[in-house]
Nanobody, 127 residues
């Protein structure tokens, strides 16, 4: 199993930056693809960014490309989401998720393969 705890959310003005962190525990973390999803009020949860367990492959949703960067440190069991040039439409609860037993260079975009989820951290961007 993998347990996930997000941190780093908060209130920021438009154009500002935040870095979200996801602390993972469990033996399968280092071979799990990781992802960040978000859910805004009244909307469905959506994919934001993903990274392979090797760390060599990443991908972002079109809405955040050029602004958000995902990274991981397998030695520290951590995943990060650096968010720059934040916009009010980035306001949401952000979730970290783990998809175990996938290929080393696989990025997962859909929710179903993610077996483990954190509780989420609120990000609010004011205009």
């Amino acid at each position: 199993q993998v347990q996930l705890v997000e941190s780093g959310g908060g209130l920021v003005q438009a154009g500002g930056s935040l870095r979200l962190s996801c602390a993972a525990s469990g033996r399968t973390f280092s071979t799990s693809a990781m992802g960040w999803f978000r859910q805004a009020p009244g909307k469905e949860r959506e994919f934001v960014s993903g990274i392979s367990w090797s760390g060599g492959v990443t991908n972002n949703a079109d809405s955040v490309k050029g602004r958000f960067t995902i990274s991981r440190d397998n030695a520290k069991n951590m995943v990060y989401l650096q968010m720059n040039s934040l916009k009010p439409e980035d306001t949401a609860v952000y979730y970290c998720a783990a998809a175990p037993f996938v290929g080393a260079f696989t990025v997962i975009y859909s929710e179903a393969p993610y077996a483990y989820w954190g509780q989420g951290t609120q990000v609010t961007v004011s205009s």
